[in-house]
């Protein structure tokens, strides 16, 4: 199977980068680490809910280390449709978004979208016919794959990646509609592993 660059982030202050390629089934899939479900807060500028899943919208966004152009740029995100939370909000439009890793930092809104987007946790996951178990599987994502989410049901994705469609269990992505997304984050080398760079 041809590998396919998924997700590549910059560290201005290091010059350390990530990414995350498709590849064939390999690994058992991460636990996740529990963490406190934070509050959502409707009071915001935009009257949309804080903490909230986008992704985002350009191949390139850069990242802040404060809400304003006049901030250096903390990180540089190389991947298109990532799903990131909005977990702060300004008047003037800027929001300060985290990373399934945990790293935050501020952009603009422009550089985010409404589109639904989830990252895949595990190897190999089978992208299955129908949202059943025992349904027979259509194909088979990479840890770290970014696909569009387009409908939940009982527990289960319906997603599309790299032109391909099916059903995946909620509980195996980090992003729109996953399980508990809000309320969940991995543990730093649990993550580092997902973001890792395989050669």
Known sequence: MSRLNIITKIFSATGFFLACY????????QDRAPANTPEIRLDTPSGLPVPRLVSLKAKKTFCRSGPSFAHPVRLTFMRQGLPVMVVAETTDY?????????????THKSKLSGIETALVLEDGLPLRARPEATAPAKARLGRGVITKVEEERDGWLRVTANGRKGWARASAFWGARAQMPLGTQYSSAQALNIAATHN
């Open 22 to 29: 498709m590849t064939a089934p390999a690994s058992a899939a």
């Open 94 to 106: 800027w929001r300060k978004i985290r990373d399934l890793e945990g790293d935050e930092c501020w």
